[in-house]
């Protein structure tokens, strides 16, 4: 299990350097989002992560990889901190919006590990306080 596991996290490495590869300079939003800041933000992702092998959430401002979601498991750092949460349907959860926040988000998605991905860019603005 733990080889599947540590396969898994090196398919997903490799899906996020290959989508990553581009600057925030570089790349243009295809969405936009509006969030007020002490609220639950949900950025939205119109993909079923349930029949996806590969799913992953980045910070594209810090570079930090946010969520994972390798065949229905969740995890990742702000998985864990509990600041950041996955849908069935692989909308990004952000459980208290902060200033913080206010970044571009890349959502990368892959159907199997050997199979091709795609992503895109959501740019979020926080209003309030």
């Not at 800041?37 to 992702?45: A, K």
């Not at 509990?82 to 892959?110: K, P, Q, W, Y």
Request: proline content about 2%; aromatic content about 6%; hydrophobic content about 40%.
């Amino acid at each position: 299990m733990a080889i599947l596991d540590t396969g898994l996290h090196l398919a997903f490495t490799i899906i996020l350097a290959l989508s990553s590869a581009t600057s925030v300079e570089d790349t243009e939003c295809i969405q936009t989002q509006y969030f007020e800041i002490g609220t639950v933000g949900l950025i939205p992702c119109s993909c079923n992560a349930s029949s996806l092998a590969l799913i992953a959430w980045v910070n594209v401002n810090e570079g930090k990889t946010i969520l994972l979601h390798p065949n229905g498991k969740k995890n990742g750092e702000g998985y864990e901190s509990g600041e950041f949460d996955i849908n069935s349907n692989g909308s990004l959860l952000i459980n208290n919006v902060t200033a913080s926040h206010e970044s571009v988000f890349r959502v990368s998605t892959a159907i199997s590990l050997m199979g091709s991905s795609s992503s895109k860019l959501i740019c979020v603005h926080t209003t309030g306080m």
